[in-house]
T-cell receptor, first 112, second 113 residues
Framework: GAGVSQSPSNKVTEKGKDVELRCDPISGHTALYWYRQRLGQGLEFLIY????????KSGLPSDRFSAERTGESVSTLTIQRTQQEDSAVYLC??????????FGPGTRLLVL | KQEVTQIPAALSVPEGENLVLNCSFTDSAIYNLQWFRQDPGKGLTSLLLIQSSQREQTSGRLNASLDKSSGRSTLYIAASQPGDSATYLCAVRLGGSNYKLTFGKGTLLTVNP
């Protein structure tokens, strides 16, 4: 596809469950980013992947959050033992090395 | 820590008006500044990117300016249209190898027909 895609578009889960969010970056983009947007807040950086380098995980809010990326393609963000404060829109972006970041439509997560 | 503030939080104007959205940032050592548009359910669309060495960028009815020394940027929208209704986000990227974007909370713009 031409842009960044994310799935699912919406996810409702119960507190304590694990969830997995997926991001398909633009083909050829070496960099991939995850951000979180909570209601009424600005986007918060979560994690960054660049090629085969070690990811920058400095934005992950707790050890319940983890992310993986296979080569320069798909990435998954996993939230374990979800809490209500995890409810947010999770946005993925990709770019050429340090280029303009192109965003996907996001996954809207609601933890009941 | 870089902080980005956008004023106003919301703005409602009649169609045809020219308008200005404001963005300020606390750390002037930025690499670039980017304005995005966010539509519900559609993610973010990049509108304009200004490198730290530039003073302004233009695209159609949009003009973004950057005053790095004072930590300010403005997005000017000429002859606003109802289709311009969206949330406008400002994001800065610090210099060096720092690739993270720091976002403001956005300005919700409503253009009334």
């Amino acid at each position: 596809g031409a842009g960044v895609s994310q799935s699912p578009s919406n996810k409702v889960t119960e507190k304590g469950k694990d969830v997995e969010l997926r991001c398909d970056p633009i083909s050829g983009h070496t960099a991939l980013y995850w951000y979180r947007q909570r209601l009424g807040q600005g986007l918060e950086f979560l994690i960054y992947f660049q090629g085969n380098s070690a990811p920058d995980k400095s934005g992950l809010p707790s050890d319940r959050f983890s992310a993986e990326r296979t080569g320069e393609s798909v990435s998954t963000l996993t939230i374990q033992r979800t809490q209500q404060e995890d409810s947010a829109v999770y946005l993925c972006a990709s770019s050429e090395t340090q280029g303009i970041q192109y965003f996907g439509p996001g996954t809207r997560l609601l933890v009941l | 820590k870089q902080e980005v503030t956008q004023i106003p939080a919301a703005l409602s104007v009649p169609e045809g008006e020219n308008l200005v959205l404001n963005c300020s940032f606390t750390d002037s050592a930025i690499y670039n500044l980017q304005w995005f548009r966010q539509d519900p359910g559609k993610g973010l669309t990049s509108l304009l990117l200004i490198q730290s060495s530039q003073r302004e960028q233009t695209s159609g009815r949009l003009n973004a300016s950057l005053d790095k020394s004072s930590g300010r940027s403005t997005l000017y929208i000429a002859a606003s249209q109802p289709g311009d209704s969206a949330t406008y986000l400002c994001a800065v990227r610090l210099g060096g190898s720092n690739y993270k974007l720091t976002f403001g909370k956005g300005t919700l713009l409503t253009v009334n027909p």
